[in-house]
Structures are given as structure tokens and as C-alpha cells.
């Protein structure tokens, strides 16, 4: 889209009354998401969070939000969850011509501030950020994360009471603002602690030649699987949180660049890093939850020129667990986390959408896209058995028993039954015979 135009100019203006700074014209989803948000705050929402996918411009719908405020004659403070952050936030937000306060929860000062803008606000469900709101506690805040759940369980009631649901993932490939991804997976879950391949293998027989992340178990297993690629002749680092800060930053500019084929994470590129030439993806280890396996997954659906999908080899069957990103997630502020929709929430019509990858089928035919056979129809077998009664009724004691048969006596004499009547009835209930004395009792 061109920059440019000033009808694609005007669309953000009339959404951001008073901004003079041309900057890239807002895609439809976004403008409708912070439209929401503010009127949610106008009209009495305090603390509102906006949840959007990752690759769908979150950042910079919070930076119109941003702006907007401050034309309002607000004094916005822009916070991150890491002092490393600060400058990131700063170069982005200057180069939409946006220019908040820029702080960390770690920041010495407090400025005044009426405003309160938190990315990846999952960071800030902490003992530490309500210091924040201590400082500032009748400010209205907006916050966006593309995962509403702390990994440590703790919900995120405490930091926002609404949220605004800005863009899915799969809305987003839908639109041609993600690639679609492919998935590639054992045919079942794997044991703990087992891979159904090496990583270099699997990417020499279906990745070859592809920008990739291999995200490893451990240190050590990271280690085995980069000298295995470089073996192989494929340029390969790891990459962890020991990493020392400027090799980590050549690291990631040599990904970004093309350099570097295949990094080997531990524990880091989960968020936050913009990796658009990588796609494919290699998960050599388990993922406890839909949030954190959503995180690694797309970090190769972000657009780049050439770049027609990304392929996740699934090393463990992870993906049997969690799904597919395109699938329906369901959110939840009260800390029960990001979870994986039902086959109802999932698809309308199972009969004409691919099980595996979604993409539409003809029922009862293999999917056009993945391969995917359908599932067969099985008929029940058949194995013989007699039918017998529910008798609840044989669970009964003497008495119970008694008060029955009293009013099966008092039927029998008023229908002019004779006495074996009575004994039949009793017989067939209880399964067995009704003595003399039991019957007197009942006269």
C-alpha cells in the first residue's frame, strides 16, 4: 500500500484527529480495535486490554492510542517490562512520530502522568507493577499482549477489566498479512524426552535451503543439534540466554540478513523479535501450554518477499496438544490462561474443513493441501448379550419391601387378584420368593 495516498492518510485521521505525521495507513482490524478500546474507555472502562496475534501490528496500534491521548492533552508514559527494552520502544514509537514518556517498571523516576500505555502486558501481573499503579492509581491504562496468560498461572484481573480482541491468526492469514503455515508431525505424541528425528534430518528432507529456528530442550541438546548442522554443512549458532549481548545482536542480524541459516534456541525468540525471512520452524522439545507453543510457531508467519508459508516440523507431536494457530483460542482475564478451542468452537461444519490444517475439503476426500485422509466412518460390531432390567428396586430392605408389598395386597384385593398374584409380583420385582411370614405382615 502506498504511504502516501491521502485517502489512505485520511483514514487514519479520522480515527486520530490532530496527527500531522504521515505515517503507514492503518489496516481495517486495527483501526476498528482502537475505536473500540477508546470508546470502551470513554465510556467508563478503566484498564483495557487489547489482544491481538503476533504479526498484527500491536505495538502500533497502542502508539495510535498513544498519540491520539496526547492530542487530547494527556501525558501518556509508555512502559516495558525490561530497562533493554526502552530504547527499542523509543526508536519505534519516534519513528511513527509518536513521543511518550518512555519508562521500564525499573525506572527511578515517576513523571506525572494521566496515561498509561503496557506492551506484552503479561510481563506485568507481578508484586513489582503493582508499585506501578500505586504511583498512579486512578489513571486509565491501555495494554495489549498477543497472550492474555502469565506462564506462573496468575490471571490478569489485577492489571485490566475488559478486553478488545483486535485480530486472530486465523483472520490474519485470511488477509494476506501472515503466511499460512503447514505442519509436519509424527503420527502420534512421542514418548517424554523423545524426537521422532533429528532436527537436521528433518530439515534436510523437507526445510532444505529454508531461514530456520530450531527451538532445543536444554543447553546441551542445543548444542548436538547446531554441530549436527554444521556436520551437515549448514551454518548454524545457538542461541540462549547466557548468550553474551553483542553476540547475540550479530546472531539475529545474521538471521535477519541471511547469513545465518538455522539458529538453535534455548528458551529465547519466543516474543518480541521480528525474524520475517524464517520460515520454518523445528520444535525439538515439549511445550507445556497454547500460549508458549503459539509464540514459537509464529515466529515464521510474518510476511517476506518470496516467503509463500512456513513450515513447522514438530519434532514431538506437540501439535496433536495444542492445535494449529488458526484454530480458535479462548481468552480468559481470571488466570485460567490461553486455551485451545472445542471441535465446536473450532469448525462449523467438520464435514467440508480439513481436520489437520483447516483448509477447506470435499467430505469424505483427502485434503488438497496437507494430504490429510479423512476419518473413516466405523460402524459399531456387534456382540451379543441378554438384555437385562435396571432393578434398583432389589437394593431395597425389609421395610421398604414391606411398604411395597402392602400396597401390592391392597391392589390385589380390590382388583379381586387371587393370592398368587401377589407372590408373582413380588417374584418378578425382587427376584426372589416371597415368604409366609413376610406376606402376613403385609395382610
Known amino acids: ?72 492533552g494527556r501525558r501518556v508514559g509508555w512502559f516495558a517490562h525490561r530497562v ?41 501481573a507481578s508484586d ?17 499482549t498477543a497472550t492474555p496468560a502469565r506462564a506462573d498461572g496468575r490471571g490478569l484481573h489485577t492489571i485490566a477489566d475488559r478486553m478488545v480482541i483486535a485480530a486472530r491468526v486465523s483472520e490474519m492469514v485470511e488477509q494476506g498479512f501472515l503466511v499460512p503455515l503447514r505442519i509436519e508431525r509424527p503420527n502420534k505424541i512421542m514418548p517424554p524426552n523423545t524426537l521422532n528425528a533429528r532436527p537436521v534430518d528433518a530439515y534436510l528432507e523437507m526445510a532444505s535451503g529454508r531461514s530456520a529456528l530450531v527451538y532445543s530442550a536444554n543447553l546441551k ?30 546472531i539475529i542480524e545474521d538471521l535477519r540478513s541471511g547469513a545465518l541459516r538455522v539458529c538453535v534456541s534455548v528458551s529465547v525468540l519466543t516474543e518480541g523479535t521480528n525474524l520475517p525471512r524464517v520460515s520454518c520452524i523445528l520444535l525439538a522439545r515439549t511445550v507445556g501450554s497454547v500460549m508458549l507453543f503459539d509464540q514459537i510457531v509464529m515466529r515464521g508467519m510474518r510476511l517476506f518477499p518470496g516467503k ?27 488466570g485460567t490462561g490461553v486455551r485451545r478451542g472445542t471441535e465446536t468452537d473450532l469448525i462449523a461444519d467438520p464435514g467440508t474443513s480439513c481436520r489437520v490444517c ?22 459399531p460390531k456387534v456382540s451379543p448379550s441378554p438384555f437385562v432390567k435396571y432393578a434398583f428396586m432389589r437394593r431395597q430392605n425389609e421395610e421398604e419391601k414391606l411398604a411395597w408389598l402392602k400396597k401390592q395386597v391392597q391392589t390385589q384385593r380390590a382388583k379381586g387378584y387371587k393370592q398368587g398374584w401377589v407372590f408373582y409380583r413380588f417374584q418378578t420385582v425382587y427376584g426372589e420368593r416371597l415368604s409366609s411370614e413376610l406376606y402376613r405382615k403385609a395382610q
Not at 478503566?46 to 504479526?55: I, N
Not at 496438544?321 to 480468559?332: A, F, K, Q
Not at 476426500?365 to 466412518?377: F, Y
Request: contains cysteine; proline residues 6%; glycine residues 6%.
Open 308 to 334: 509463500e508459508d512456513c513450515l513447522l516440523v514438530d519434532l514431538t507431536g506437540a501439535s496433536y496438544i495444542h492445535g494449529h494457530p488458526n484454530e480458535e483460542r479462548l481468552y480468559s482475564l481470571d
Open 128 to 144: 513489582e507493577w503493582r508499585k506501578i499503579f500505586d504511583c498512579y492509581p486512578d489513571v486509565e491504562v491501555a495494554s495489549g
Open 358 to 379: 483447516g483448509a477447506p475439503t470435499e467430505p469424505g476426500t483427502a485434503c488438497g493441501e496437507c494430504g490429510t485422509e479423512p476419518k473413516a466412518l466405523v460402524v
Open 221 to 250: 541438546a542445543a548444542q548436538e543439534h547446531c554441530d549436527e548442522f554444521l556436520a551437515a554443512g549448514i551454518e548454524a549458532k545457538v542461541l540462549s540466554g547466557t548468550t553474551p549481548k553483542e553476540e547475540r545482536k550479530r
Open 84 to 124: 533493554e527494552l526502552l530504547e527499542q520502544a523509543r526508536e519505534e514509537l519516534s519513528a511513527l512520530g509518536v513521543f511518550p514518556e518512555v519508562l521500564s517498571i525499573q525506572s527511578k523516576t515517576r513523571p506525572e502522568l494521566d496515561y498509561l500505555i503496557q506492551d506484552e502486558v503479561h510481563h506485568f
Open 1 to 72: 500500500m502506498d504511504a502516501e495516498s491521502p485517502d489512505l492518510v485520511r483514514a487514519v485521521l479520522e480515527i486520530f484527529p490532530g496527527s500531522d505525521v504521515v505515517v503507514p495507513p492503518m489496516r481495517e482490524y486495527q483501526r476498528t480495535a482502537c475505536r473500540r478500546l477508546v470508546d470502551a474507555q470513554d465510556a467508563g472502562a478503566k484498564r483495557v486490554m487489547l489482544v491481538s496475534c503476533c504479526g498484527s501490528g500491536k505495538s502500533r496500534m497502542l502508539a495510535e492510542i498513544a498519540r491520539y491521548r496526547m492530542n487530547q
